[in-house]
């Protein structure tokens, strides 16, 4: 612990005090260094263009979510370069996102740049995040850099970052919506949102939709040389959802953004598909919450200030009523809280440099309702220092994060202290003035604790397992081009990324497949290759065209032990290749869009052998959008039809997707 305190935690305090000794403002939250529009901390300011970091970043806005058909942030993000989507299939399937095969462990997923959290598990279901209250979704490859800014957000090996469409003060005194939406399987889903200007400086605004469907999609069933089509059971789903959000801008530089969440789910869980045996009688329930508090603020001599306040709950209850034991079923109850505070300050010392610098305390806790569950507690203090550089064509830019962890239970049998620093630096090189091509290199070491069910899960937990420490090397260029031509803005991005884990995390079957033993066994090394093109073209005939493209290339092999029958293999669930590609047309009033994937074969377990292949697939969708201009407001009518050529595959092997299916919804906004 002592460690810690005079590597950040003094030196943040430093920052604090001065900047606290502050006594003028300046009249706004975001500055320029050299051509680069950094976010101080708030989603509300500029973005860094995607062409201009150091690290991959793709950002899709709420343009490019239109253009999709998907329902949620999971579905959004499966086309991007480097994001491998795990998908336990149904419309309620649980849905984690991993970057360049990193695991959905290495994953942060951040509202507004605060991170959500999930202590039991550390897998975040996308799938319980919609896209109707969303401004943009981001995905952030190593590092994420937007000074002042919490230092776990620089913890992870990749993020993604949901920014909130009520997060920017409306312009309008009211803007209302309402949404209805059915398709295929039962789906049903409806919504309202409004938000309200309250006075000159502050707004409120809601936003809450309600789901169910059956879920009972087609399928084929193959047995042998024979094919039967059969319903997939007990994959239904109903939930609720609703965000509040509040903002008050004080005057120019000092603005508080507070935001709640619920999430409220039953589902079913159709389990594996098994020949002969359609039964399943597993059920999910999920109740979510999260409110966090954000406040900026721009100080005196170019000092802006961030302090974050969260807390949040996950409930979880599971029920397996054929589970074979003495009490005629498991009925598993959890219950997770997260405190969390934050502070942040960053300098803008010339047009050249600026620093930055945080200190992050929170705390986890985890009840659960079985006999001698160990009730673990978990203390975490981050503190992290940066900077960013800019000289003529070159940029440079670095931190280091330190992590103390202590941790107890009820019974003392818990897992020992941490303590890990760890550093990332880039560099970037912009050969020609005007031109806004770019080079650049990467390094970051990321650092990921084990989870509470890792440490602590009945009959499987370890209490001395290591983190996973992955290291990350990256080299890219990217090019951006604005009236070039036929093009109104074209954005091509090619990375190349070496990427190493040791003491990975897994779990192995010892005396029979119900007792299995968590250990650090693993090393995986991980080389790949991401292209990325996204291109706008200049209206033809009122008519405007817009494509992308992108293609990831990734080996991520097992390198465990020489003499394992394994050795060398490509880890499970990592296809060789992803294609993703889109074409769409926008007129006055309708957009029509097409959107295809492609994922290469993958294993379902380390060996590589054929009987554990996943087979490539590959579906196309299409959506027709149309707007009606009324006296009050306007009305969108959307068609969708998913999976046009009914194309049978599977994500996770035995948990078939659904085949062709449409979705018609209808939207009115004032």
């Avoid at 995607?50 to 239109?66: I, M």
């Avoid at 999930?118 to 919609?130: A, K």
């Avoid at 497949?513 to 693993?522: A, H, K, P, T």
Wanted: glycine share 8%.
């Amino acid at each position: 612990m002592l460690r810690l305190i005079p590597i950040s935690f003094l030196t943040v305090c430093c920052f604090l005090i001065q900047g606290a000794i502050a006594q003028s403002q300046t009249d706004t939250l975001s500055y320029k260094l050299g051509e680069t529009v950094i976010s101080l901390g708030d989603s509300t300011a500029p973005r860094l263009e995607t062409t201009q970091t150091l690290t991959t970043v793709h950002t899709l806005e709420a343009k490019d979510l239109n253009k999709s058909n998907a329902k949620n942030v999971a579905e959004a993000v499966k086309s991007l370069p480097g994001v491998t989507v795990k998908d336990y299939g149904g419309l309620g399937g649980l849905k984690t996102v991993s970057l360049r095969s990193l695991g959905a462990n290495h994953t942060g997923v951040m509202v507004d740049g605060i991170a959500v959290p999930d202590i039991q598990s550390g897998q975040i279901d996308l799938g319980r995040f919609g896209l109707d209250n969303l401004q943009a979704v981001e995905i952030h490859n190593q590092h994420y850099f937007s000074p002042p800014q919490t230092a776990r957000s620089l913890a992870y090996a990749g993020s993604v970052n949901l920014v909130s469409a009520n997060s920017t003060a409306p312009t309008q005194p009211l803007n209302l919506n309402a949404r209805l939406q059915t398709g295929s399987f039962g789906q049903v889903e409806g919504g309202l949102g409004f938000v309200k200007k309250q006075g000159k400086r502050s707004f409120w605004g809601i936003n809450g939709n309600i789901s169910h469907a059956n879920g009972e999609y087609p399928f084929l069933l193959e047995n042998g040389n024979h094919q039967s089509e059969v319903n997939r059971k007990n994959s239904d789903i109903s939930w609720f959802r609703i965000e509040g959000d509040y903002g008050i801008d004080f005057n120019d530089s000092t603005q508080l953004r507070a935001k709640i969440y619920y999430y409220d789910a039953e589902r079913g869980l159709p389990g594996v598909v098994i020949l002969y045996n359609e039964h399943s009688a597993q059920r999910l329930w999920n109740r979510d919450f999260f409110g966090q508090l954000k406040f900026t603020k721009q100080l005196k001599k170019n000092w802006s200030l961030l302090s974050v306040t969260k807390v949040s709950s996950a409930y979880t209850r599971y029920v397996d009523p054929d589970f074979l034991n003495t009490t005629g079923g498991l009925d598993d109850r959890f219950q997770q809280w997260e405190y969390y505070v934050s502070t942040g300050l960053s300098k803008r010392h010339s047009k050249h440099l600026t620093t930055f610098g945080a200190v992050d305390y929170f705390v986890n806790t985890l009840w659960g309702n079985q006999t001698n569950f160990p009730q673990p507690v978990r203390h975490n203090l981050l503190g992290s220092l940066g900077f960013i550089g800019k000289l003529h064509k070159f940029r440079l830019e670095g931190s280091l994060l330190s992590n103390y962890i202590t941790e107890s239970t009820a019974s003392d049998a818990s897992a020992p202290e941490k303590y890990r620093l760890t550093p990332t630096l880039a560099f970037g090189y912009k050969p020609f003035w005007g031109k806004e091509l770019r080079l650049r290199i990467a390094y970051k070491e990321a650092y990921r604790l084990p989870t509470f069910n890792d440490l602590y899960y009945i009959r499987v937990g370890n209490t001395n397992l290591k983190p996973e420490l992955a290291r990350q090397f990256s080299a890219g260029i990217a090019y951006a081009k604005e009236d070039w031509g036929i093009l109104e803005t074209l954005q091509l991005q090619a990375d190349a990324f070496h990427y190493r884990i040791r003491d990975k995390i897994i779990a192995i079957p010892t005396q029979d497949l119900f007792i299995w033993s968590v250990q650090n066994l693993g090393k995986v090394v991980t080389n790949g290759l991401e292209l990325f093109a996204k291109a706008s073209l200049k209206p033809i005939k009122k008519i405007t065209p817009s494509l992308h493209f992108s293609y990831t290339l990734q080996n991520a092999l097992d390198r465990t032990d020489p003499n394992s029958p394994f050795y060398g293999h490509q880890i499970s669930y990592t296809p060789h290749e992803t294609v993703a590609y889109g074409l769409g047309f926008e007129g006055k009033r309708w957009a029509f869009n097409w959107n295809g994937l492609y994922a290469g074969f993958s294993y379902a377990l380390p060996e590589n052998l054929a009987e554990n292949v996943i087979p490539a697939w590959g579906t196309q969708d299409i959506n027709f959008s149309y707007k009606l201009p009324l006296k009050q407001g306007k009305m969108t009518f959307r068609a969708e039809l998913n999976n046009c050529f009914n194309q049978q595959y599977q994500v996770v092997k035995g948990f078939p997707m659904p085949g062709r299916n449409w979705r018609l919804g209808i939207q009115w906004n004032y």
